[in-house]
């Protein structure tokens, strides 16, 4: 394994600022990864394929927060981010992104894995304190050691993947428990002590992880760069990379969980999401962003995100990830 340290910021507590973290581009050599353990039992997402309808999109009735990862974890990590609710009823839809997550269930001490998604799910709501960390496409197998596409449109216990079982408890205690110190913090900024105290632990485990991880591949992230412009063609990513359509392919299944194919459909059902929501003619928004026509649009709206155009439109607000420049 090659070595490699992360450098440690002068304090672990990350900022409420966007980060771009850059993307390399030279070719890397594909790597070995263990098997999954006990791939039985993985359980399905809650509501995997949604219904068409017009419920609401994201979580704005409810704490929700993004927060850009400190600069020494910004090549693996996209965004930490915290989510509070105590009312129970409803749902909220949360859209594909190409990305993993880890939540902490704060509340009930325990901690899950859910892999890349192909289409939208459906949450019901339910009291929760969650604090999670959400990886760039094509970074995770650094914490999983398993090729991704085996946790694809699931979720999973962290102790079921040999990964460790007290990060949820290390979180929880760190929350009943803050630092004096941040509670001086906390009264200048928009956090309470206990959720800088849940970060901080959060990063912590995080960076014990990843001090001796290999890079991300760098032939995967700079195809994920260009995919996720939202107008590439595979072919011509697969031209750039310098490798064929069947090695990307693998790549991709085995470091982000999904295809180039079907990350290209998301990056471009994320922005025909985003100017829909400024009013924008169906007809030309299809022909702009390369659809064969305004029916062809609606069927992947429906198709990734489970909600007519029209539906898109009209709800306020939306939930979309800022990696595909969409997040207003």
Do not use: N
């Not at 009735?61 to 910004?74: K, M, S």
């Not at 295809?259 to 022909?287: E, F, N, W, Y």
């Not at 649009?297 to 990830?321: C, Q, Y």
């Amino acid at each position: 394994m090659r070595e490699r340290s992360l450098v440690r910021a002068e304090h672990d507590l990350p900022v409420l600022v966007t980060v771009a973290a850059s993307t390399p581009s030279a070719r890397g050599r594909p790597r070995r990864r263990r098997a999954l353990a006990s791939p039985h039992r993985l359980t399905e997402l809650v509501g995997r394929r949604v219904p068409c309808d017009a419920r609401s999109m994201s979580a704005g009735e409810t704490p929700y927060t993004e927060i850009a990862p400190p600069a020494d974890l910004a090549p693996y990590v996209d965004r930490l981010w915290l989510r509070t609710t105590m009312r129970s009823g409803g749902t909220h839809r949360v859209l594909p992104d190409g990305c993993v997550d880890i939540l902490i269930h704060a509340d009930r001490a325990a901690a899950e894995l859910v892999g890349t998604m192909t289409c939208a799910l459906e949450i019901p709501e339910e009291p929760a304190e969650l604090v999670a960390v959400r990886f760039r496409p094509g970074t995770a197998t650094a914490i999983t050691g398993c090729a991704l596409a085996e946790l694809t449109d699931r979720s999973v216990d962290l102790a079921d993947l040999g990964i460790a079982g007290e990060l949820a408890d290390r979180v929880v205690d760190a929350g009943a428990r803050p630092d004096p110190g941040l509670l001086r913090l906390s009264a200048k900024l928009p956090l309470s002590a206990s959720a800088h105290a849940r970060l901080s632990a959060l990063i912590a485990w995080l960076r014990q992880r990843l001090t001796d991880a290999e890079p991300p591949d760098p032939l995967v992230v700079r195809a994920v760069s260009l995919l996720s412009a939202g107008d590439a063609r595979v072919d011509d990513v697969t031209d750039a990379v310098g490798v064929s359509r069947q090695y990307l392919a693998r790549a991709f299944r085995r470091e982000v969980g999904i295809t180039p194919k079907q990350l290209a459909r998301i990056a471009r059902m994320q922005r025909a999401a985003a100017v829909l929501r400024r009013g924008a003619d169906l007809a030309r928004l299809a022909a702009e962003l390369g659809y064969f026509d305004q029916s062809h649009l609606s069927h992947e709206l429906r198709e990734l995100a489970g909600i007519t155009p029209a539906a898109v439109a009209a709800e306020r607000p939306i939930a979309l990830s800022h990696l595909f420049g969409t997040a207003l």
